[in-house]
Each structure stands twice: as C-alpha cells, then as structure tokens.
C-alpha cells in the first residue's frame, strides 16, 4: 500500500465542503482506495505552508497498523489515508468524508435552520440550554461514554507515537446514537514523535496546559483531563474551569483520583489515556463492534455529511 498519490489519481473534484486559513476540502466522488472503503475527500493546502515529511508520517501511522487496528483508528478518527503529490509538490492528503452522524440540524433562534457539525463544545453548556438550541441532552450514562471514546482513541494513537496536540472544544465531534461515540477530526495537525509536526501545534484558549507551549503525551493528558471535567460538568464557565472539584458528585473516588492527577503540574503521575478508557468502560457498557468491525462504504442513496450519491446517476448530490 503506498502513503502518496498524484493529483490527477483523484479525479474531477465534487462540492468544496469546507474552507480554512490553510487549506480547502473539496469531495473526490470518483475515488476509489481499496484499503479506505467509503466516500473520501481532498483536503488541498494553500501555498507551501506544510511539512512533507511530517505528511508522511501521519499518514504512515495508519499504514503501518493491521488491519483491524486500522479499522479501529478509522472509527475514531478522520485519519489522513493519502498524501497527494502535484510534481515534486506535497499540495494536499485525501481523508475519509466525515459521517453524517456525527452532524447536526438545528433550528436557529432567527427560526433558520441549520446544518453543522456536532462539536463537543456543545456537551459543556447547561443541558437545559443545548436542548432550546437544538442540541441533543445527553445522560450522564452517555456523556461516560463519549469520555471512554475520545480516551480509547488517544490511547491509541499514544501507542503508535502521536502527540495529538490541539484538543479542544471543536477538534472531536460526536453522536448519540448507536452509542455515545468521538471522531477526531484536524489529524493533519498531529505530530509524530521524533518528526517535525505538519504545521506550529498551538493550544487553543482556555486548553494550555502548565507545561507552557511544547506539546507532547503528557500534555494531551492533561487536555484529555480538561476534557472529561468540561463534559462531566456542564454549565456556566465549564468551558474555562480547571477544578476537579466541579464534578465531585459525579464520579466515585476512583475517579476523582484519576481526575485531580490529570489536572496536576505534573506531567509523569498523569493518568494514561488507556487507564481512562479502562475507567469508563466499567461505568458503560461498551459496544465492541465499532472497534473491530472495517468501516463500510456508504450506501447508494444514503446521505453523508450533507451529501448523498444519486442511484439514478450515481453522482454526489446535496442531500434534502
């Protein structure tokens, strides 16, 4: 399996999906990649604003696993499969199109309705308010199981030596159903261990950790920490409060030990993204499907991130 290929291997490019300072998504509906099922996208950089190296690697961390670890790392997370090459230029990856379960339709106070995706900043708000705005009230049950998620994906990615970097309040989104569930999304932003990251990792505001602005393992613990309190704890400030007292009341005394380490100065007592997963899957039943199960290649017709393929022409269409 090769980590690259040419520009002109993806075809006539669908809908622009999305647009950023540092790149353009569009949907590549005439690829096909035979170790990624499922519709893809071409994320396109502007200018020469990436490493090529630091591609490489990101994309050579899912090409190096099983297959069954890949299938799992693809469940969590929109990993780059591709690093798409234009002459001697790195100009973009190819990434999984982002399920449509993991958007959100929503009717705006105007009374306009709109379609999103369903970003984890929406967990850290009084569940009394997410539901006039459209969101879905998670149970407390639920929100264990979306802190189990989004640990068992570092856990792995710790494993294969990435430092995710940028956890936030927009960089995981998440659904309700079949289960409470985490997709990683920005995966081109990560740094592998012993590689130049992609481009500068940064913290987001209100996520630094005490360690300053080198990020590493231990400072993705420390956010993973930052992230468990924030969705345990919803309500006003819950997306700046760092006291581990805040969710008291919601965890047992184990928990409230991982917790306050988390959230300690110190890097090496942090607890373990796997010591988390490992945490909440006594608190929640766990369905084991999605992490071994390959991810299947949407169906005809069925709609996907705001996008369905047309049976009558096979053509990608906006979904209504």
């Not at 994906?153 to 940028?166: I, M, P, R, S």
């Not at 930052?226 to 400030?237: D, H, M």
Request: aromatic share 6%; glycine share 10%.
């Amino acid at each position: 399996m090769t980590d690259e290929l040419d520009r002109s291997a993806i075809g006539q490019l669908g809908p622009q999906l999305g647009s950023g300072g540092q790149a353009v998504i569009y949907l590549a509906p005439d690829l096909r990649l035979p170790d990624a099922p499922g519709a893809l996208v071409f994320k396109q950089y502007k200018g020469n604003q990436v490493t090529q190296n630091g591609l490489r690697a990101i994309v050579g961390v899912r090409s190096r696993l099983d297959p069954a670890a890949r299938a799992r790392l693809d469940s969590m997370a929109a990993w780059p499969v591709r690093v798409v090459r234009e002459g001697s230029r790195i100009c973009g990856v190819v990434l999984p199109l982002i399920p449509d379960t993991f958007f959100q339709e929503r009717v705006l106070p105007t009374g306009r309705q709109a379609r999103g995706p369903r970003e984890v900043q929406n967990l850290f708000v009084d569940p009394a308010l997410a539901t006039r705005l459209g969101m879905p009230s998670l149970t407390s049950a639920q929100r264990f199981g979306v802190c189990r998620d989004l640990a068992a994906a570092l856990a792995l990615l710790h494993e294969n030596g990435v430092v995710f970097g940028d956890i936030n309040a927009k960089n995981e989104l998440y659904r309700e159903h079949p289960e409470p569930t985490v997709m990683l999304v920005d995966c081109d932003a990560v740094r592998i261990r012993g590689s130049a990251a992609v481009v500068k990792q940064l913290s987001a505001p209100d996520w630094n950790p005490p360690e300053g602005a080198v990020l590493t393992q231990a400072t993705d613990l420390y956010k993973l920490g930052l992230f468990i309190l924030r969705v345990l704890g919803p309500g006003p400030q819950a997306s700046t409060f760092r006291d581990p007292r805040r969710v008291n009341g919601k965890l047992d005394a184990e928990g409230r030990g991982l917790l306050t380490a988390a959230l300690g100065p110190v890097g090496s007592v942090r607890p373990t993204a796997a010591a988390w997963s490992a945490y909440f899957a006594k608190l929640v039943v766990p369905v084991t499907a999605r992490l071994v199960a390959p991810r299947q290649a949407p169906a005809r017709g069925v709609a996907t991130s705001g996008w369905r393929r047309d049976p009558a022409t096979g053509r990608w269409v906006p979904a209504r």
